[in-house]
């Protein structure tokens, strides 16, 4: 029973992991795969050293209306979601948000008319954060960096780009995250 319940969540790992490899269009050439024993001590390495990502979002370049359509539509689906998942998934928006809008920040500032990409999307969506008194602060202390020379200037912000932010999602709520992601084909 553990062998089959191991090799479908290996399947299923894997299945996810190629269409995230085709959704980025990503080099295969140079991938390599990874025995479940070597994945297993990789992730026992990782979670003793530090706290391990559900959902990574990474990105070394960033269109910003494809961003703001797709982090609004997120914000959508979590509205519109069944009242047991939403508690869970609203914890996505604040991390989610924060390194949307340093990216646009690091990648759209030179090439768009003032104001930039990252200020009018800070200011569409400052409102979902200001009904908890933590993440107020630090949302209003994003909006003081208007450059990203000055990201690594602010001692709170460069603590926060250098930290993971764990999220804890129950099973059943990962699942149906999992569904909308491969369901929509979003880039977040």
Known sequence: MSTKRSARASEQITSVMNKY???RRLDTKRARSVSVAEMASMSMLASA???ANLVTFSTTNIDHSMAESQYTGFKFWISESEDHYKPELAQLLYPLFTHLYISLL???TATSPPPSPAIRFHKR??????GNPEFKQF???LAEVTSPEELDQSPTIAS?????YSVTLT???YKYLVRYLETCESGL
């Open 171 to 173: 099973e059943r709520t």
């Open 106 to 108: 690091v990648n759209c």
């Open 139 to 141: 949302i209003q202390q």
């Open 125 to 130: 969506h400052l409102a979902t954060f200001m």
């Open 160 to 164: 926060f780009r250098a930290a993971k």
């Open 21 to 23: 490899i085709s959704r």
């Open 49 to 51: 050293t530090s706290t």
